[in-house]
């Protein structure tokens, strides 16, 4: 279990070590900014509901490019060699990198916390529903994350893992947001699949255990999906 | 330390691998010898616990590859073919991560480490990100690497590939100086290499083992009978009838350049023939003024063995 801390510090080293944190981060403050002074031009309301609502589309297109390199780049140069053939497991290796790469998620979502300062200075923001937004956010960040995570994990190439990252997050976003307000067994699947209607929740200000329990066991499933993968190469 | 029985790899259609078994002793260097795709980094990768095998068991330290993996893992050092590193890291904190990766405790990990940077002759870098790195050393940050945990056993896939004959000589007297400690198997294509580290080598081709013997055994095997060189002055016909008389003669080849002849002449094996050969010349009036054994290097054992002619030819 060391050896989680160690991977992740490593990769928290080559992130910052690259301009891609920097340029995430970038991207991300400049349109996260210009959705929350869009929205509240036009709802003049003091939430961070609606501009959230379309930071997902940017977050699902950042966070396959975040993690997009954790397992490709280390295929394509062959230091997946001497990591693997060193005395990790496979779970430490998987877990160390997902954490680090939830790490620069929640470090590339952080600015947005400059709006609530904002919102208090214009009017009286309501902290409970920001907060779960907040909540709902990291959460979802862990699924973006473990769902990139896997797709690094079964390509050597790192502009094809976050194109498929990105289809991914897309089709799973869509499929929320296409079926909401329809009635049926379809739309309601569909619905618990995708990821818009469990966040949305949590915008509202409500904080749903089923909510939780939909992205915590999402997650855990992904991760052991990659766990796998990785250990395959064991037994293949 | 290293016990492969029956070991194969099959990769779709082609066996990378076929059916080998050998054996590493405890405080040796091993050699394992082959052309390009013979097999020789499939069988490490094998033996590191990188990818299993199809068929065959292989036990490390006594611990098997497949089922007890991390345990083999703890006891080996690898230099994988080509290093790779990470590209951004440097040299100290890329050795610094990799003891943290194999368990290295806190305390002894920087003696350790800086132990490692003296003895691969990598101070003058330490600092250096690696991406910047030449070739040698790189090549001598990954045996650094392989090196920080003090491993029993060291597997090292061709650790003189790239090098300038400077850097050989020098990373091949590490070796050497590892030897003393560390029970090794090392990869190569160079012969000379395998001369001067180990005492045994095991030639590789076409996933098989086409042979495997101590460094000198492997001449003699191989040579049949010595082939006796000769340059004469004298009557060449006479001498050649001569020659071909003496007991234990398998053939003479003759070459007439006038006065002078020169002659290749090859024995049974096991017997030598010098004494007889001076005498009969002697006796039809020839004048030696040249005579040598020819000795048969790896080189030609290698070429011999892995393109399956049939009479090795001096
Ligand atoms: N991933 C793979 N898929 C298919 N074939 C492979 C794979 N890896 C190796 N091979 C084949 O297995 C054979 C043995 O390869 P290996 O790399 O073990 O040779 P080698 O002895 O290390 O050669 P070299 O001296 O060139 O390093 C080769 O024919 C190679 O083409
Ligand atoms: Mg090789």
Redesign the interface.
Known sequence: M??IG??F??EI??YF??PVAYVIIAVFTVFSGYFFSVMLGITQETTLRYSLAYTQFILSILTPVITMRLFAEENK?????????????DFEVVFGKFLSAWALYNIMIAPTAFYIIFLKWVGSPDYGAIISSYIGLVLMGGLFISIGLLVSAITKNQIVAAVIGIVALLILLVIGLASSGSEGALYSCLRYIGTYDHWETFTKGIIDSRDVVYYVSFTALLLFVVVRIVES???? | MIKVEHLSKRYAEVYAVNDISFEVHEGEILGLLGPNGAGKTTTMRILTCYMPATSGTATVAGYDVFRESLKVRKEIGYLPENVPLYPEMRVKEYLSFRAKLKKLPYRERKMKIAECIEKCRIADVQNQIIGTLSKGYRQRVGLADSLVHDPKILILDEPTIGLDPNQIRQVRQLIKELGEKHTILLSTHILPEVEMLCGRVIIVNKGKIVAMDTTSNLGSQFRGGDNIVLEIRGNGEKIKDALSNIKGVKKVVWQDNGPVSNFAVEAEKGVDIRDDIFSSIVKNNGIIREMKRASITLEEIFHHITTQEKEVVV
């Not at chain 1, 062959?78 to 497991?89: D, K, R």
């Not at chain 1, 190469?233 to 293949?236: L, Q, S």
Request: aromatic share 4%; charged share 20%; glycine share 4%.
């Open positions: 060391k050896s160690t991977i510090q490593r080293n080559a070590l690259s140069t062959g230091t997946i060699e001497p990591l693997m053939t060193a005395p990790v497991t190469r064991r037994w293949r």
